[in-house]
């Protein structure tokens, strides 16, 4: 027993201690290897974009510049072309006016004639312009008109018929495509 003032003293042997086992780490995945710094210059992203950026207007630009050639190759793409307000060509590449027949009568001028697919792929139809002229070749009236159909096949030819009322009796006539 020690008294009230002395220090308690220690045994001086060698103390026992229950061994402690360091757990394993819990989940099946390896530690992950420490991150190298990137050997990339940060500017190389944005010459990358740029170069993408360069060669996609330089397809754009091509594929307006050939459209001509692109729709000769494959004349569905005409479609495409006319959404985004590029013409193609003339409206009515492959088709023909023929048989144009003024015929007056009593109450004015009727104007008949026919229209011919003659391309080898169907064609969409425009409207037409009838214009009449006067001797001097001066235009005194004119009508645009919807086709009688949308659209042709191949060699086929659909007929149109229009009139005018109190036309001149010198008026010559001139049937035209229609521009866009």
């Known amino acids: 027993m020690t008294s009230l003032g002395e220090p308690a003293t220690r045994p001086t042997g060698p103390r026992i201690e229950p ?3 360091v757990p394993p780490r819990p989940g099946p995945f390896p530690l992950p290897a420490p991150q190298r710094p990137s050997r990339r210059r940060p500017g190389v992203g944005w010459i ?7 060669l996609l207007a330089l397809a754009v630009l091509g594929a307006i510049i050939a459209r001509g050639e692109a729709v000769a190759t494959w004349p569905a793409v005409a479609r495409l072309y006319a959404l985004v307000g590029l013409p193609v060509g003339p409206p009515a590449a492959g088709l023909e006016l023929d048989k144009i027949t003024p015929l007056r009568t009593d109450a ?9 697919n003659t391309g080898n792929t169907a064609r969409d139809v425009p409207r ?3 214009a ?10 004119f009508k645009v008109i919807d086709p009688p159909t949308n659209r042709l096949e191949p060699g086929e030819t659909a007929h149109f018929k229009t009139s005018f009322d109190h036309s ?4 010559t006539v ?3 495509f229609a521009s866009r």
């Open 132 to 141: 009449l002229r006067d001797p001097d070749d001066k235009e005194t009236q």
């Open 128 to 130: 037409l312009r009838v």
């Open 174 to 176: 001139k049937v035209s």
């Open 19 to 21: 061994e402690l086992e």
């Open 168 to 171: 001149d009796e010198t008026a």
């Open 108 to 116: 004015g001028l009727v104007v008949e004639g026919d229209i011919t």
């Open 48 to 54: 990358v974009a740029g170069v993408v950026s360069v």
